[in-house]
């Protein structure tokens, strides 16, 4: 058997989360996991096409492959697979298409074809069904200390400019018990930390489980520290979930994707909530959780976008109490209902005004690092290179200290000292947990 296989990720902490998983199966199914430089028998792309450059990636990447490696193997799976899986298959070496309903079986599929002699097109349709992931943890997710834990799938908002409810599906959420198996697994082979992903986790419905039942069952969990939100939509964050942040293991981290900060732009979006009324849940929530690091997803050129619109979003964020922002320039997709609208911006101002906006993101992200110099915070370290060990805080501030020796996986307390570029230095106070 051709037993050698690289992955390569694009998108999402839900994607990393599920390839993750399916590192796990592979190595379960006797295959051995190497870098894609190692010269692979077999190469998985978890593909990405939220927008045009991650459709452009993944052709890139198989080109790639293609040149590095001309007698690998190539499966394509999830997002794209899912939307464009006639283009993808006529792509050289590509030998499995597999969509979003059956990627998390690719171990078994890739085993019973190792050899096909026609590329593999495998792209039912999405059930609406509660799902399980079966999943081999011996061993720690390889160079992470903090684990992704998908507790759900797919989302019915149907924004506008998004066409994950085509290729995630419709909204469904993991079976209750199955969260908690991999959960205390992934804690038994080191993890401290858990991050839940999902494409619209605040949605998460299993029978009368919410997701703050989610959280109150992971608190009890010995040996488990942190448990970290993804990104969660404003309008499916519970008060109750604010409530719990700093007073157990639920980090005081909130990604909650804005999009624009124009009423105008947010109707066009088919957004669920106006500029006002995001504004003062942040601002109540800023007030209840001393500390509390909050990040957002902004959309720079959706169509009609106008310097008037574009100076709302600008003012807006600038005044609010974001740690951060992340900056996606707008393009059309294949379903997207944005698409057909008219009064497109020139690709000159969308990167105009995306370069301005991570601009005013650095200057937010060192602001906000400055409130914490002088205190003392619990950092998770992860990797290290030389003397230097970086790690996160519960409040998501990436913290690197000088130490003689590896930290990797400590949990331990630090002073911060200062700020570097976009994260702050410290020294180590007192011992391990």
Request: hydrophobic share 40%; charged share 25%; proline share 3%.
């Amino acid at each position: 058997m051709n037993n050698r296989v690289a992955f390569y990720t694009f998108g999402c902490r839900l994607n990393q989360s599920e390839t993750a998983i399916l590192e796990r199966n592979f190595t379960a199914s006797g295959y051995h996991i190497v870098n894609l430089q190692d010269n692979p028998d077999i190469v998985v792309v978890n593909t990405c096409t939220v927008t045009e450059n991650g459709d452009a990636d993944t052709h890139y990447l198989v080109k790639k492959i293609n040149r590095l490696n001309p007698n690998a193997r190539i499966a394509l799976i999830g997002c794209q697979a899912q939307i464009q899986k006639e283009k993808l298959g006529k792509l050289h070496n590509v030998r499995w298409v597999i969509g979003n309903a059956r990627k998390m079986q690719l171990a078994d599929i890739i085993r019973g074809s190792e050899t096909p002699e026609e590329t593999q097109v495998i792209v039912p349709a999405i059930s609406r069904e509660a799902f399980t992931i079966p999943s081999a943890i011996t061993a720690m997710n390889r160079g992470h200390t903090r684990a992704n834990l998908k507790i759900q799938d797919g989302c019915d908002f149907f924004c506008s400019f998004c066409e994950i409810p085509f290729s995630r599906g419709r909204a469904r959420s993991r079976v209750f018990n199955d969260i908690m198996v991999e959960a205390r697994a992934l804690v038994a082979v080191g993890h401290k930390e858990v991050v839940l992903t999902g494409i619209n986790i605040g949605t998460y419905r299993y029978e009368t489980k919410t997701i703050l039942d989610v959280i109150d069952a992971l608190e009890k969990i010995d040996g488990l520290l942190r448990i970290r939100i993804s990104s969660i939509e404003p309008t499916t964050i519970p008060w109750e979930l604010v409530e719990r942040m700093g007073k157990g293991k639920l980090c005081r981290h909130l990604h909650i994707p804005l999009q624009s900060g124009s009423d105008e732009i947010l109707r066009k979006m088919q957004r669920k909530y106006t500029a006002a009324e995001f504004a003062g849940f942040l601002e109540k929530t800023i007030q209840a959780i001393p500390g509390l690091c909050i990040g957002t997803d902004l959309i720079v050129g959706f169509p009609g976008e106008s310097e008037k619109h574009f100076n709302e979003t600008a003012a807006f964020v600038k005044n609010l109490p974001f740690a951060y922002f992340h900056v996606f320039s707008y393009s059309d997709r294949t379903r997207n209902k944005s698409r057909n609208f008219v009064d497109k911006v020139p690709l000159a101002k969308i990167h105009a005004r995306s370069k301005a906006l991570r601009e005013l993101s650095a200057e937010k992200h060192r602001l906000f690092l400055s409130h914490f110099i002088g205190k003392t915070e619990y950092v998770l370290f992860e990797e290290g290179k030389g003397n230097l060990q970086a790690g996160l805080t519960d409040n998501y501030i990436r913290c690197v200290v000088s130490t003689g020796k590896s930290r990797y996986n400590s949990f331990l307390p630090v002073r911060i000292t200062g700020i570097e570029r976009q994260f702050a230095t410290t020294v180590l106070e007192g011992t391990s947990r």
